[in-house]
């Protein structure tokens, strides 16, 4: 169960009401909805963990682009969103998926737009999360072995 969101935690984190009596270890990867990856463990405590969103500002994490194999670094900028600069020669579309880099096909987010001058040789990709993290009620935690 989510304690606090963050418009009542730190900004970008969650406080879950799991902890190291649960076997939760920090880097524990952290999922809503069944298969979409909204962060891993930062901390934990005996009875609560706190989790780092993945698109908590500023920070970067891996992501893999649906059907192409290339992995790209994506930077969180608050409230579920993303950013990547990605090569201009590379298609992406708006609707297109970004995974997280696992055998599993665990989903990040869905591109919502792309941004390109002619003139520079990046363009960037814009893309929210599969899950709107206000809305969740409860959050499920990936123990590592």
Do not use: C, M
Request: charged share 25%; proline share 4%.
């Amino acid at each position: 169960t989510i304690l606090s969101k963050p418009n009542h935690s730190p900004y970008g984190t969650l406080i879950i009401d799991v902890g190291e009596e649960d076997g939760v270890k920090i880097d524990d990867l952290v999922f809503a909805l069944g298969n979409v990856v909204i962060g891993e463990i930062e901390s934990v405590d005996k009875n609560s963990s706190k989790v780092v969103l993945y698109s908590s500002p500023g920070y970067i994490s891996q992501v893999t682009l649906e059907n192409t194999g290339r992995y790209f670094n994506a930077k969180g900028r608050g409230a579920g969103d993303f950013e990547i600069q990605f090569p201009r020669e590379l298609e992406v579309e708006v609707g297109q998926i970004f995974l997280y880099p696992s055998i599993n096909n665990y989903v990040v987010g869905v591109v919502e737009s792309v941004l390109f001058d002619p003139r520079d040789s990046y363009k960037r990709v814009l893309f929210r999360s599969a899950a709107n993290v206000q809305e969740l009620k409860w959050v499920q935690v990936r123990l590592s072995s």
